[in-house]
């Protein structure tokens, strides 16, 4: 007797674009203008209002989340992995000292993360984005928001965060590095610890940044130095901790950030 096929059914959990075999809204958003005629919705000036839904759906449900750490990572890690264990243990000692943790709501590090938060009976927060391939939100996750555009989703990754840290990852964990690093250096945010985890992995880019970027003048000296690295969990979240109840770290820190913009822009402020 013939097995009978099986319907297929479309997992629930899979973001809008996935489950209707659609382009995702970044990718409409960023194509040029058509000069066709296309309904209403498919224009910029809708997109704009859905951007606008977005950041104020962002708003309205973490307002109130208080303090708050953002982690960061490859969604290639695995469970079991040394920095999937790794990321399990920073956030679940944050988690313990009363931080909620933020991640990207995916898997691999951001589902670590997560994971330590759900052990340390913190809140766990994923922010997760709609891709062209499947990425679900990670049964981790206690509040979950999906967003259609990337930008949007970086902005509720900063702006709810009083400190970063970043575990070995790809061009997205890049991109949120040297977004955080911009949005210090330049002032445009209160100055908060970044942390880099495992000194082999970044290494290099450090080393490059102070052989090359910082010599030749295309960065001040000390900026490198907005960054602090380490191979210790207990050490990662103690820096956090330390930072935040440090009034003088701030203070020292953020007039590093000034001196760095004086220099970069030539203000005298």
Request: aromatic content about 10%; charged content about 20%; overall charge negative.
């Amino acid at each position: 007797m013939k097995n009978k096929s099986r319907p297929h059914v479309t997992p629930p959990n899979l973001n809008r674009a996935a489950r209707a075999g659609r382009p995702t809204e970044d990718q409409k958003l960023l194509v040029a203008p058509s000069q066709e005629a296309v309904p209403f919705t498919e224009t910029d000036p809708w997109r704009v209002m859905r951007i606008t839904g977005e950041f104020v759906e962002g708003f309205d449900t973490l307002a109130g989340l208080g303090t708050a750490v953002t982690i960061f990572g490859s969604a290639r890690t695995k469970p079991g992995e040394p920095h999937y264990e790794q990321a399990v243990a920073v956030a679940q000692t944050l988690g313990e000292a009363g931080y909620a943790i933020i991640t990207g709501g995916g898997p691999g590090i951001m589902e670590a993360g997560n994971k330590g938060a759900r052990e340390a009976s913190a809140l766990s927060i994923g922010l997760n984005i709609e891709l062209p391939f499947e990425q679900h939100v990670n049964p981790y996750v206690d509040l979950s928001i999906d967003f259609r555009y990337f930008f949007v989703r970086k902005t509720m990754l900063v702006k709810y965060a009083q400190g970063f840290v970043i575990f070995p990852g790809g061009f997205g964990t890049m991109d949120e590095l040297f977004e955080s690093l911009t949005l210090i250096q330049t002032g445009k945010v209160e100055n908060f610890p970044v942390v880099l985890f495992d000194s082999a992995y970044w290494g290099g880019l450090l080393d490059w940044l102070r052989g090359t970027m910082q010599a030749a003048g295309k960065i001040s000296p000390g900026d490198v130095d907005l960054m602090m690295v380490t191979d210790s969990t207990e050490e990662a979240a103690q820096f956090i901790i330390r930072c935040r109840k440090d009034v003088d770290w701030r203070t020292n820190q953020e007039e590093s950030a000034r001196q760095s913009t004086r220099q970069v822009f030539g203000t005298k402020r």
